[in-house]
């Protein structure tokens, strides 16, 4: 059994730091956040998604209930993929997670739902948390067509996925026009979207599978906003991109998401 599924939590609040931080200050965050957990609430699960070169030293380093994830995974299997690191890689080296179709890594490295799809599956075959990220741009928002391209997502990503399999996936829904932008999607937006997944899972799966899953809302997620969006009862945390790299920052929004 995957660890990630013995506790099992819904509330949840990940950091990815992207392609920011020295592993100096990636050192001082851990080391910081570390000591800060002792006061973080306990019904709140918290990750953070390093970049690749600081995974195996911050996941065997002393970080105190907080789980590690890759911000993304090789589609291939261990052998010949110069450059590649896989999930069985990953999972050895103690990392709990990986972002699987992160839409930067769709957009700018042209990973298909083809591609993400095989990322999930590599994932679950090693017993590496997926956290599968979807979200419609602009162009789709605008039209109205946000509840087609979601459900197009997770149709492809979730192929061949069982209930049991379930266990380790956490879904993420990050708007992509809400990303890195300011431009936040409204509570009643975060909400009805994240109503939509929880019932196509409860189609797609069972409906004990889905109250199980949890659905993360990402897109300038911050202490400011970080409440109105996590009282909608369908947001059961967060992730977080810019406001994850500031400890002070990250904290805060953990508190704002205990016991919703
Ligand atoms: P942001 O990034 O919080 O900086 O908008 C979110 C994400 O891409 O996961």
């Known amino acids: 059994m995957h660890k990630y599924q013995i506790s099992k939590m819904r509330n949840i609040v990940a950091g990815n730091w992207k392609s920011n931080k020295s592993i100096n200050e990636a050192r001082e965050w851990m080391s910081v956040m570390g000591e800060a957990m002792d006061s973080m609430p306990n019904d709140v699960r918290v990750i953070?998604?390093?970049?690749a070169p600081y995974l195996s030293e911050l996941a065997g380093s002393d970080r105190n209930g907080i789980l590690i994830a890759a911000q993304q995974v090789s589609a291939f299997s261990d052998g010949a993929y110069t450059g590649e690191f896989t999930a069985n890689m990953l999972v050895?080296?103690?990392?709990?997670?990986?972002?699987?179709?992160?839409?930067?890594?769709?957009?700018?490295?042209?990973?298909?739902?083809?591609?993400?799809?095989?990322?999930?599956r590599r994932c679950i075959d090693a017993g590496l948390g997926v956290m599968l990220c979807c979200g419609e741009n602009l162009a789709s928002r605008d039209e109205g067509s946000q509840e087609t391209v979601i459900k197009e997502q997770l149709i492809s990503?979730?192929?061949g996925v069982s209930s049991e399999e379930m266990t380790g996936?956490?879904?993420?829904?990050?708007?992509?026009?809400?990303?890195?932008?300011?431009?936040t999607a409204?509570?009643?937006?975060?909400?009805?979207?994240?109503?939509?997944i929880?019932?196509?899972?409860?189609?797609?799966?069972?409906?004990?599978?889905?109250?199980?899953?949890?659905?993360?809302?990402?897109?300038?997620?911050?202490?400011?906003?970080?409440?109105?969006l996590f009282?909608?009862?369908?947001?059961?945390?967060?992730?977080?991109?810019g406001a994850s790299l500031d400890?002070?920052?990250?904290?805060?929004?953990?508190?704002?998401?205990s016991s919703y």
Request: with cysteine; net charge negative.
């Open 231 to 241: 009282t909608c009862s369908d947001v059961d945390g967060g992730l977080i991109g």
């Open 186 to 196: 409204s509570a009643d937006q975060a909400a009805e979207m994240h109503r939509f």
């Open 169 to 183: 996936v956490v879904v993420a829904y990050e708007p992509i026009w809400a990303i890195g932008t300011g431009r």
């Open 92 to 120: 050895s080296c103690g990392v709990d997670f990986a972002l699987v179709g992160h839409s930067e890594r769709r957009a700018d490295f042209n990973e298909s739902d083809e591609i993400v799809a095989k990322k999930v």
């Open 157 to 159: 990503a979730l192929e």
């Open 247 to 257: 400890t002070a920052d990250f904290q805060l929004i953990i508190k704002s998401d």
């Open 48 to 51: 953070i998604a390093p970049p």
């Open 198 to 228: 929880r019932h196509y899972l409860a189609d797609r799966f069972d409906a004990d599978t889905a109250s199980k899953t949890s659905i993360l809302y990402g897109g300038s997620c911050k202490p400011s906003n970080a409440d109105e």
